[in-house]
């Protein structure tokens, strides 16, 4: 017997056994009293027995039917209550929200929004991996990611969680004062330049710009070389050389001078930290409600 064939027949069963009328129990169920009926024969005799004495004028259960109905209201009960539990879940946020985070995105993002979420949501688990890897976003099973917008797969859905920033080169005033301010491209290759070893694919970032109506990448030359933009900024601060950056990393030190832009006007487009999820995930209620929480928060 199969599985759907263990089930057939009994939805009408437990109507029929509660108002002990195939009519009053068609009309429970909004189907005809014909078909009530005969699913009701189809259990009787895949069971071999009848479960109702019928008359014209009543029904009740047999010996049998009281058996069976014995036997199967709690785990009907548990089925329904399951059902229940689904619709619920598929309506409110809960379960586990699974974020894989860019470090940039923690005091920009996650520091002010994680709090208010956790405050209106206390059911919902919150799962976050910091990484500047997001190769293995689907294979991990994430539901959503943080990151600047250039680098997200265009498959996906991306929703704007910062203002549009600039990408430039940066130094410190000292070093601008001492060697210079670059105005153009080639005026970079009399500068000492610190790289960036991208951690995420192990290469030395080239540096863009749009320069005489063309997207233009540079080569950066330098005695020193990191895969940390937080210490690539301080040696920037401290006038070791001039950095590629934007305007949002270097906010910071933008607000208290330690460091200036040069090419600013060079900046290949607006960028900006995002928030990405797959087209499978975008109706997850747990998600909706970190999205909604986002908006509001971050970009009023």
Not at 36 to 49: D, F, I, Q, T, Y
Not at 186 to 194: A, G, K, P, V
Request: aromatic letters at 8%; hydrophobic letters at 40%.
């Amino acid at each position: 017997m199969s599985q759907s064939d263990i089930f057939d027949g009994l939805n009408e069963f437990l109507a029929i056994a509660k108002r002990l009328s195939i009519r009053k129990a068609a009309i429970d169920m909004g189907r005809t009293p014909g078909a009530v009926s005969l699913a009701l024969k189809r259990l009787e005799h895949r069971l071999g027995a009848p479960l109702f004495h019928r008359t014209t004028r009543r029904m009740s259960l047999t010996e049998t039917g009281e058996r069976l109905l014995q036997q199967i209201t709690p785990a009907a009960q548990i089925i329904a209550s399951s059902f229940e539990d689904v619709a619920q879940s598929a309506r409110m946020p809960t379960g586990t929200l699974k974020l894989l985070v860019e470090r940039l995105a923690l005091p920009h993002v996650l520091e002010p929004v994680l709090p208010v979420f956790r405050e209106r949501w206390p059911n919902v688990q919150v799962d976050i991996t910091v990484s500047n890897r997001h190769e293995n976003f689907v294979s991990e099973s994430y539901d959503a990611g943080i990151m600047i917008g250039s680098y997200i797969e265009q498959d996906m859905i991306a929703i704007r969680l910062s203002p549009s920033f600039k990408w430039a080169v940066f130094g410190s005033p000292e070093y601008f004062q001492k060697y210079g301010k670059p105005t153009s491209t080639q005026e970079l290759e009399h500068h000492e330049c610190i790289r960036f070893r991208r951690p995420e694919k192990g290469d030395v970032y080239r540096w863009a710009f749009f320069e005489d109506n063309e997207n233009k990448r540079f080569e950066p030359h330098g005695l020193m070389t990191v895969n940390d933009g937080e210490l690539m900024r301080s040696l920037a601060v401290r006038g070791a050389g001039l950095i590629y950056s934007s305007t949002f990393h270097t906010s910071r030190e933008l607000a208290n001078g330690s460091l200036e832009p040069a090419l600013l006007d060079l900046s290949p487009g607006n960028d900006g930290l995002f928030l990405y999820f797959s087209r499978a995930a975008r109706n997850q209620p747990k998600l909706r409600a970190f999205i909604d929480l986002c908006s509001e928060l971050l970009m009023r």
